[in-house]
Antibody, heavy 117, light 108 residues
Framework: QVQLVESGGGLVKPGGSLRLSCAAS????????MSWIRQAPGKGLEWVSSISTTGSSIYYADSVKGRFTISRDNAKNSVYLQMNSLRAEDTAVYHC??????????WGQGTLVTVSS | EIVLTQSPATLSLSPGERATLSCRASQSVSSYLAWYQQKPGQAPRLLIY???NRATGIPARFSGNGSGTDFTLTINSLEPEDFAVYYC??????????FGQGTRLEIK
């Protein structure tokens, strides 16, 4: 079955960096846009970034532009989110999701990123 | 940026009743609207795409309607497992893709 599993979250100090990974299985990754969406504790959903099938088109929310970098390796069935210059307001569960041009389906369970000193 | 406003913030109903959730866009999104369900501790699940199409495996009691700026998600004859938070999402004029703030459907 289609599955997305995120990893790489954790506790990091303000200004620090983390790299999130999303392992995809059960479908051909190279056929789909992929995205990252985050959810701050007790809050709603915020789209972060999307990447096209080949990686030639990339989009970011203004809140992360210049600090986060999305990438993918279709041969390794993986999508990544490099997060630099992290701030307290980046604290959230980060979900990987299939899609990005139209809707998101399915979503991974997410990985928690906590930015705190 | 297109802002999606969901109402009500919280809806209290009993099993067997009908739920009607609203999502209003700050400008037209045509029919490019989706609905998601999220239960505590779980990832969101796609229910409806392109305003009125049920996603794979979604029960027929879930239906979506609307176009332009006003959309509704209707859940007929609520089941206990339907009590959750529901979000709308637009992809009409992106980036950015935006979500509504959510409607919490709770048991009365």
């Amino acid at each position: 079955q289609v599955q997305l599993v995120e990893s790489g979250g954790g506790l990091v100090k303000p200004g620090g960096s983390l790299r999130l990974s999303c392992a995809a299985s059960g479908f051909t990754l190279s056929d789909y846009y992929m995205s990252w969406i985050r959810q701050a504790p007790g809050k709603g959903l915020e789209w972060v970034s999307s990447i096209s099938t080949t990686g030639s088109s990339i989009y970011y929310a203004d809140s992360v532009k210049g600090r986060f970098t999305i990438s993918r390796d279709n041969a390794k069935n993986s999508v990544y989110l490099q997060m630099n210059s992290l701030r307290a307001e980046d604290t959230a569960v980060y979900h990987c999701a299939r899609g990005g041009v139209r809707w998101f389906d399915p979503w991974g369970q997410g990985t928690l990123v906590t930015v705190s000193s | 940026e297109i802002v999606l406003t969901q109402s009500p913030a919280t809806l209290s109903l009993s099993p067997g009743e009908r739920a009607t959730l609203s999502c209003r866009a700050s400008q037209s999104v045509s029919s490019y609207l989706a609905w998601y369900q999220q239960k505590p501790g779980q990832a969101p699940r796609l229910l409806i795409y392109d305003a009125s199409n049920r996603a794979t495996g979604i029960p027929a009691r879930f239906s979506g309607n609307g176009s332009g700026t006003d959309f509704t998600l209707t859940i007929n004859s609520l089941e206990p497992e339907d009590f959750a938070v529901y979000y709308c999402q637009q992809r009409s004029n992106w980036p950015p893709i935006t979500f509504g703030q959510g409607t919490r459907l709770e048991i009365k």
